[in-house]
Each structure stands twice: as C-alpha cells, then as structure tokens.
C-alpha cells in the first residue's frame, strides 16, 4: 500500500501582502478612527456598536480603541449596519490601487487608504444633512437642528470651497485632476457641500456655476 505523504504541520510564511491594507494593525486603526468619527468614544458608543452587531462589550471596546479589527462576520455587520463603513468599503473599491492598471507601489496604496478614509468622513456630513431634512425642496426655518457646525468635511471639500470663495470656476473635473480621485467621488464631495447649503449653483447647467453660500 502506498505510504501518504504528510503535510507540514507548518507550512511557509506568505510573503507580506503588496496591495491595500497590508497591515491587521492598519485595518484596526482605521476602522477605529471611523468608528468614532460615526459614535464617538464614549460607553454610550460601545453600547450602539453592541446593538449594532451583537458583539460583546469586550469586543466593541477592542474596536473603537484600535486593539484589533472586527473579523469578518462582524465587519459585514457594520457595512450594513453603519453608513461610515459602508462608504469606506465603497471608497475601497473605487480607489487606484483596486484598479489592475497601477501598480501596488506605496504611493498609490496612500492615496487610495486616503481616498477610502475620507469618503467615510464624507458620509458623517452627507448622513446629518440627510436625516435633518424634513422638507425635501426647501429646508425648514427655525429648526435648531439645522447649525451647520457639528459637520465635518474632508480635505478635498475644504478646498474646493477654497477654490470657490476665490472665485475659481470649478467643478468635479478639477477636483479629480488635483486628487487624482474618480469622478464619482467628486461628485460625491460637492453634492455633500450643496446639502448642507454650504454652496449653490447658479446659472444655466452648461454655463453656470457653483458659488459659495453665506449662512445665516
């Protein structure tokens, strides 16, 4: 009878991962940073992220404080449950280094750990608009939920309202060509801004243009 040959009880160590979020430690911090961008960190947080994914409260308190990322039933559990990790996921897979004509060199491994971080960023604003508006067309006076304060927005949107108030005719395209992100984030970006009523559009929609808005 012919003897089997046994596999290792160890087999080789891979080689270091070339391409998007080599690191667990990586994936950790950044799940984290996003997590308390969505709840903060206090037990109230915990208590929202046990709720949202029936984990324990040993494990939320791993994720917001970066210990160790959700595995992967968890994960799923929170791209349905949490908008900011749904985008961040979206953001993955519409960054450069997802695209097969880059190279997996650093540089664009950066931008696109950037772009997936900020489009969840983007998320917290386009949410809290979203959620604030009981008027589809108009958004209502007097509404104390309506200070555009607590809204944070990303670097890109920073300066396109930048760009703007110096009276710059920009659009998507320059967003993309000073980024290097696809157009659909650009897109993406402005239409959080004119949301939040921090910018408008005036004009015809060949010829017209985006203008920044003074707030009350």
């Known amino acids: 009878m012919k003897e089997r040959k046994m596999l290792p009880k160890k087999g080789s160590k891979l080689p270091m991962w070339p391409g998007f979020l080599g690191d667990?430690?990586?994936l950790a911090v950044t799940v984290a940073n996003l997590l308390k961008k969505?709840?903060?960190?206090s037990h109230r947080a915990i208590k929202e992220l046990m709720r949202q994914t029936g984990a324990s409260e040993r494990t939320a308190k791993h994720w917001l404080s970066g210990q160790h990322a959700p595995e992967v039933m968890f994960f799923l559990r929170l791209v349905v449950s949490s908008p900011v990790v749904r985008a961040f996921v979206l953001g993955i897979i519409?960054?450069?280094?997802?695209?097969?004509?880059?190279s997996l060199n650093d540089r664009f491994i950066r931008v696109a750990t950037k772009e997936a971080y900020t489009t969840g960023e983007a998320a917290i604003s386009t949410l809290a608009v979203n959620t604030r508006r009981n008027d589809p067309n108009r958004v209502p006076e007097n509404d104390p939920k309506d200070d555009p304060e607590p809204?944070?927005?990303?670097?890109r949107q920073q300066w396109f309202l930048e760009?703007?108030?110096?009276?710059?005719?920009?659009?998507?395209?320059?967003?993309?060509?000073?980024?290097?992100?696809?157009?659909?984030?650009?897109?993406?970006?402005?239409?959080?801004?004119?949301?939040?009523k921090l910018l408008e559009y005036i004009g015809s929609r060949r010829k017209g243009r985006y203008r920044k808005t003074s707030l009350r």
């Open 24 to 26: 667990r430690e990586v």
């Open 38 to 41: 969505e709840h903060g960190d």
């Open 94 to 102: 519409e960054g450069p280094a997802s695209e097969e004509t880059f």
């Open 151 to 155: 809204l944070t927005f990303n670097q």
């Open 163 to 196: 760009r703007i108030s110096a009276g710059d005719r920009f659009g998507a395209k320059e967003i993309v060509l000073n980024w290097h992100v696809s157009l659909k984030t650009a897109r993406r970006d402005i239409s959080a801004l004119l949301h939040s």
